[in-house]
């Protein structure tokens, strides 16, 4: 079956049953009871990388998984209403994890440092496996020039640079 749209009027064209290939009408009705049936969604990772995600979110909730090009899972997920997003391989290996910090979460020290460069309107803390962690701010200045910084977890700034609103499109 096809479902067609046109601006003025939808229809649905039946395909005969003896114009599709078994082979591929198996596989799309194995594809179509796995995830609307089944719940079974091939960018789930397997059983492996769900047991350790949930070693180390285990308050996660609304969880969405994709599986990335390089073989490695990503799920976005909430803890206690704060959106996260981590990465896992195959192995299972936790690699690293993207909080989304509001300003009030932000130790003062640090949110006085950044505070000098202008007004913060974004901060991410990024923990990697290694034991690393820093946080990545984007801040608009008096010009209203947007910029990323990323700093140390004590909010010593490494790296500034102009945010390109061009790279998100």
């Not at 609307?36 to 047991?51: A, E, Q």
Request: some cysteine; glycine content about 4%.
């Amino acid at each position: 079956m096809i479902i067609r749209q046109n601006s003025s009027e939808s229809f649905v064209e039946q395909i005969p049953p003896q114009n599709i290939r078994p082979k591929c009408y198996h596989k799309i009705m194995k594809e179509l009871i796995q995830k609307y049936i089944f719940r079974i969604n091939s960018n789930t990772p397997g059983s492996k990388v769900l047991r350790c995600f949930k070693e180390c979110f285990p308050d996660a909730t609304n969880i969405d998984w994709s599986n990335e090009k390089d073989g490695v899972f990503e799920a976005i997920f909430r803890v206690n209403g704060i959106e996260q997003i981590a990465w896992f391989e195959k192995s299972p290996c936790w690699l690293k994890t993207e909080t989304n910090f509001t300003l009030g979460m932000l130790d003062e020290k640090i949110r006085l440092k950044l505070e000098k460069y202008g007004q913060i309107m974004s901060s991410i803390l990024l923990e990697r496996a290694n034991g690393d962690s820093e946080y990545e701010f984007i801040i608009r200045d008096n010009f209203q020039v947007r910029h990323i910084f990323i700093t140390d977890n004590q909010g010593n700034v490494l790296n500034r640079q102009n945010f390109d609103e061009n790279e998100l499109r």
